[in-house]
């Protein structure tokens, strides 16, 4: 390998030609902090962290998606059915790396040109463009399962709905112990104000309640009068709504007999989706299901007709 | 003050380091070229970043499914710029990937692994591969939905190795179960191996880019090997 | 001429320094101030002052100290605790109170009233208070700690944190 030798001579030369690291390097590698920093403070305004619900390995309707840098990885799976899977996850990526390890022992000439070495230029932009590919088939591939959107105080609620052990009283959903009312149908008609009142002296707007003081937090008071009020489930729609049904959405949904099959059916849409979540799906579905076809009916119904229809929708429990 | 300055000069030989790291010469790297020869030291940059917010963070958070979400909200919400570090370091995680990427990718095209540099190619794959621990383990602190199933996921593709998988994907989880066991873990291989990892192995890098010298640009018409016989 | 190059260089790359630096000092000051901020929080952090709620005024008897139980629901940073405790109340008038912490000032045993002595007795090294609190007999070095009190809609509140020592409340 007598080119090593001369490679080192050259090297030595273009050395001493060249400038000093400080400060000529040393400031594009400034300039290019300084741009980074503000790229990620302008990421970091702008998009924040996420944080979604707590985990739930319980739940099976999440779509599990990987970051996006591992998408590509999470994508190949697709294309290795069955048995030939074990090929994508680990197969290959084992061999990507291992070719990455040995890569300064495969290319061994003196050449440095990409044009002069075209096996791996190609090799690399082809892996590029494999991984671009299989990225963009990633992200456009639709979810399999809705995002639900939740409101973080009611969900926050919930979770403390159950670390109370309040279910040990009240039943809802048919769930929970009988000593108190059930909420879904008791509690969650009531104002906001009676709620609050009621959490910080349960005597004071029932009398003779044998509901103790829990002598809550205020933020604790108010995530589970927000989660109460959630409840209210196919309580309290008018006459109406059945009619704005039948000439806006019959053409499409199917409730009991009544309706079309091009959409889903609707008739027990009540035992999975509360009354929000109906209202903002009927106000625009995009935003909830990105892949539904269905149009959104702000502006086009007033929003008294919509939350009577999500009333009445999230009363669709069978029965 | 100034007997101070001389002092820790010599004892520190401070003169022979700074000499040695940046009064060295490198080979002249014009215009967008010289702008590639960056993404190193921006790498190094993200790091730093990385280790600041990552230490922040690691003040408020626990390693528990009880409570690990719950800090985090508590971070979010009551800590004073505690969604700023909190974004930083979530950006930070993707811009590392990025940055790395793209300087491998200048060595890559550039053919910068090439004699004499061998084995600093081999430790910037295992830098590679230490990132992508990273941001592997960093996912699932949160304890969210995201960070949870995209684990999982994980998990299982590990366990598609041949005749050992179900092994692997044992000691990652720490267990049968992904639960509390896994997330200590987690944050254990992030917050203390990775680390301790990745700076043995950033300090071994920088060595031998100054040892070997930064790689000089291609040449462009001519073959590199003739030029040096002129 | 060649004088003069020097000259540009040196100046050249003093400048250069003089960009490096303040470029460096920014990006410094950006990172100190956010994680300065982050690290220095508790610093500002609001103190959450939880009142407990010890039922109605009138129904505490004049004159004679009552020990009243509570649970006490405590945010501590991302986990809430629940505690119990209690407090001996004693009022004149239904409408000014005080709230005696129901430890000894001495070595913090729980102390009891007595009936018959119209004082506080504390088991431990038979210490006694009057009934306001001062220290009658025994080792304590100072009157009962007190919380503050106030009273809101009818309703008589209590801080359960001794503010001060003794009767500084």
Redesign the interface.
């Given at each position: 390998?007598n080119?090593?030798q001369?490679?080192?001579?050259?090297?030595k030369k273009?050395?001493?030609?060249?400038?000093?690291?400080?400060?000529?390097?040393?400031?594009?590698?400034?300039?290019?902090?300084?741009f980074?920093?503000a790229?990620?403070?302008w990421?970091?305004?702008h998009?924040?962290?996420?944080?979604?619900?707590?985990?739930?390995?319980t739940?099976s309707n999440?779509?599990?998606?990987?970051?996006?840098?591992?998408l590509f990885?999470?994508q190949a799976?697709k294309l290795f059915p069955g048995n030939l899977?074990?090929v994508a996850?680990?197969l290959l990526p084992g061999l990507g790396?291992t070719f990455?390890?040995l890569?300064?022992?495969l290319?061994?000439?003196?050449?440095?040109?990409?044009l002069?070495?075209p096996f791996?230029?190609l090799l690399?932009v082809g892996t590029?463009a494999g991984i671009g590919y299989l990225t963009y088939q990633g992200t456009v591939s639709p979810l399999t399962n809705p995002i639900i959107e939740k409101d973080p105080l009611v969900f926050a609620g919930q979770r403390l709905y159950v670390s109370l052990n309040c279910s040990y009283c009240h039943k809802i959903g048919g769930k929970g112990g009988s000593v108190g009312p059930e909420l879904d149908k008791v509690a969650s008609g009531e104002t906001e104000e009676w709620l609050e009142k009621h959490f910080?002296?349960p005597q004071s707007v029932s009398p003779g309640s044998t509901m103790p003081?829990?002598?809550?937090?205020d933020d604790?008071i108010k995530v589970l009068v927000a989660f109460i009020k959630s409840l209210g489930g196919g309580e309290g729609f008018t006459e109406e709504a059945p009619k704005v049904f039948a000439e806006n959405c019959a053409m499409c949904h199917k409730i009991g007999k009544e309706g079309a099959e091009v959409g889903p059916d609707l008739s027990l849409i009540g035992t999975a989706r509360d009354k929000n979540y109906m209202r903002k799906y009927i106000e625009d579905p995009s935003k909830l299901n990105p892949s539904s076809s269905m149009p959104g009916y702000k502006g086009q119904l007033t929003d008294v007709q919509i939350e009577d229809l999500a009333r009445y929708l999230s009363a669709q429990k069978g029965d | 003050m100034k007997l101070l300055w001389e002092w820790m000069k010599s004892r520190l030989a401070l003169a022979e380091i700074w000499n040695a790291l940046f009064s060295r010469h490198v080979p002249e790297a014009e215009g967008l070229v010289g702008w590639l020869y960056t993404l190193g030291s921006a790498s190094l940059f993200v790091f730093f970043i990385q280790v600041i917010t990552g230490s922040l963070l690691a003040m408020n958070y626990v390693p528990s499914p009880d409570h690990a979400y719950d800090s985090i909200r508590f971070i979010n919400e009551q800590v004073i710029f505690g969604k700023w570090i909190r974004a930083l370091h979530h950006w930070g995680a993707t811009f590392m990937v990025v940055v790395v990427s793209l300087h491998m990718l200048r060595v890559y095209f550039m053919g910068s692994y090439k004699y004499p540099r061998e084995a600093t190619w081999i430790v910037g794959v295992i830098l590679f591969l230490l990132v992508m621990g990273f941001s592997f383990t960093g996912y699932l602190l949160p304890w969210d939905q995201k960070s949870y199933w995209a684990t999982m996921v994980g998990a299982n593709i590990a366990s598609q190795t041949p005749a050992i998988g179900s092994y692997i994907a044992k000691i990652l989880k720490g267990g049968d179960e992904m639960g509390a066991v896994t997330l200590t873990r987690f944050y254990a291989i992030h917050t203390l191996v990775l680390p301790g990892l990745i700076l043995v192995a950033i300090l071994i890098h920088l060595f031998l880019v100054v040892w070997h010298g930064i790689s000089e640009p291609p040449q462009k018409n001519k073959g590199s090997d003739k030029k040096a016989g002129a | 001429m060649e004088e003069k190059d020097l000259n540009n260089k040196i100046s050249r790359r003093s400048f250069l320094t003089y960009v490096i630096v303040s470029l460096g000092g920014l990006m410094g000051a950006i990172l100190t101030g956010l994680g300065g901020g982050y690290f220095l929080s508790p610093i500002w952090r609001k103190k959450e002052d939880s009142w407990i709620d010890l039922g109605l005024v009138k129904d505490f008897t004049e004159g004679e100290p009552l020990k009243i139980n509570f649970t006490v629901r405590k945010r501590d940073a991302w986990s809430t605790i629940e505690s119990k405790s209690s407090a001996w109340i004693i009022t004149a008038n239904q409408k000014d109170f005080i709230a005696f912490d129901p430890k000894c000032t001495h070595l913090g045993c729980p102390y009891r009233w007595s009936v018959e002595k119209r004082q506080f007795l504390c088991p431990c090294h038979t210490a006694t208070f009057s009934v306001d609190g001062e220290v009658v007999s025994g080792p304590p070095p100072r009157a009962l700690d007190r919380y503050p009190t106030k009273v809101v809609g009818g309703h008589l509140l209590i801080l359960p944190q001794v503010v001060g020592k003794g009767k500084e409340v």
């Open positions: 390998m080119w090593h001369d490679y080192i001579e050259r090297y273009l050395k001493e030609q060249g400038k000093s690291f400080f400060p000529y390097a040393v400031l594009k590698d400034t300039i290019m902090a300084f980074i920093l790229l990620l403070c990421f970091a305004y998009f924040g962290a996420a944080l979604e619900e707590p985990a739930d390995p739940d999440y779509n599990p998606r990987p970051e996006w840098y591992f990885l999470f799976l899977e074990s996850a680990v790396v990455l390890f890569l300064p022992f290319d061994t000439g003196p050449e440095r040109n990409f002069k070495r791996f230029t690399g590029l910080r002296e003081k829990l002598n809550l937090l604790e | - | -």
